[in-house]
């Protein structure tokens, strides 16, 4: 079965801070997809980014970054230099196949909030 | 025009009632999904359909019924529902090809808030 842990339930910065969301993921598969999506109290899940199992490269998107390591079974997210708009529940998610569908299994979610 | 389109944003209904809630998409997507998201947790997908044919049912309680008239629509009929069953519905859609796992992204809708009285 797959699973996704974020442990951390709630975080609170003060602005400009940075920060990391953690998430720790379980599968069976040698071919799997991870993704972080971010959802702001409007309610819509805003896809950030997708990696896939064969490429371990870290990546940057200016203030977040990504880290993927596969001997840790760890996917973090860090943002750089908070900002208040960065208030928002994280969710990372793995994907899998079922009934000859693609299916994404998600992290209970991480709250940030980020105070001025 | 990465967009998913999601009507009503607001929906309140007896427990009586029959409503509908609506998914557009015009990505050319031929997969589409329906979650049900309640406060303070991460959504729980519900149905997906592929090629406009249901792929994945999660055990969904018979009051929710999906029908997807074509490749850029989704509806989900609600008939008989109860309190618990007030939630954000999701609507999802993302690329899809037979045989091949491909990990797309799914794309969000803003969601439909439905209050069941």
């Known amino acids: 079965a797959q699973k996704v842990t974020q442990a951390q339930t709630e975080i609170s910065v003060v602005e400009k801070e940075d920060v990391t969301l953690d998430c720790v993921y379980e599968t069976r598969d040698t071919t799997y997809y991870l993704f972080w999506y971010k959802q702001p109290p409007s309610g819509e899940l805003v896809f950030l980014i997708r990696?896939?199992?064969?490429?371990?490269q870290n990546e940057i998107s200016g203030r977040y970054s990504w880290n993927f390591q596969k001997s840790t079974s760890s996917f973090n997210f860090t943002i750089t230099a908070s900002q208040v708009v960065d208030s928002a529940v994280y969710f990372c998610a793995l994907s899998g196949i079922q009934g000859g569908s693609e299916k994404l299994v998600f992290g209970k979610g991480t709250k940030l909030t980020v105070n001025p | 025009d990465t967009e998913v389109t999601q009507t009503p944003k607001h929906l309140v209904m007896g427990m009586t009632n029959k409503k509908s809630l609506k998914c557009e998409q015009h990505?050319?997507?031929?997969?589409m999904y329906w979650y049900k998201q309640k406060a303070k947790k991460p959504p729980e997908l519900m149905f997906v359909y592929s090629y406009e044919k249901l792929s994945i049912n999660e055990s969904v309680p018979s009051r929710f019924s999906p029908e997807c008239p074509n490749s850029s629509l989704l509806n989900l009929h609600l008939h008989a529902l109860q309190p618990e069953d007030s939630a954000l519905y999701l609507c999802a859609s993302s690329p899809t090809f037979s045989g091949r796992f491909h990990g797309y992204e799914q794309y969000f809708g803003p969601g439909t808030r439905l209050t069941v009285t």
């Open positions: 990505m050319g997507h031929r997969a």
């Open positions: 990696r896939n199992s064969f490429d371990e």
